[in-house]
């Protein structure tokens, strides 16, 4: 179980870094590492739900930690779309 936290923390910081670079350059190369890093952090989140079904406390604290991904992983995707859209502003 441990190694798959550490996937999920490998893929959180790999989707914020792609992100990071396409908001900084405006490179949609740096969106592969966003796309791979968040579907890599949510299929190892749910791997870790499933090593931890039989322990109710753990798969509390495992949906909270899922909350916070898709949250955050929300809030990149809206800061990617603002920053798609205002590459298109300013090339017409």
Do not use: C, W
């Not at 900084?24 to 090593?51: C, F, Q, W």
């Not at 753990?58 to 205002?86: G, H, P």
Request: proline share 3%; net charge negative.
């Amino acid at each position: 179980m441990l190694e798959e936290l550490d996937l999920v923390l490998i893929g959180t910081l790999n989707t914020e870094t792609g992100a990071r670079g396409f908001l900084i350059t405006g490179d949609p190369a740096y969106l592969e590492p966003y796309n791979s890093g968040k579907e890599e952090t949510l299929s190892h989140l749910r791997r870790v739900k499933e090593l931890t079904a039989d322990n109710p406390t753990q798969q509390v604290n495992i949906d909270k930690m899922q909350s916070i991904v898709e949250l955050r992983v929300q809030a990149l995707a809206t800061i990617i779309q603002q920053r798609q859209a205002n590459e298109l502003t300013t090339q017409r």
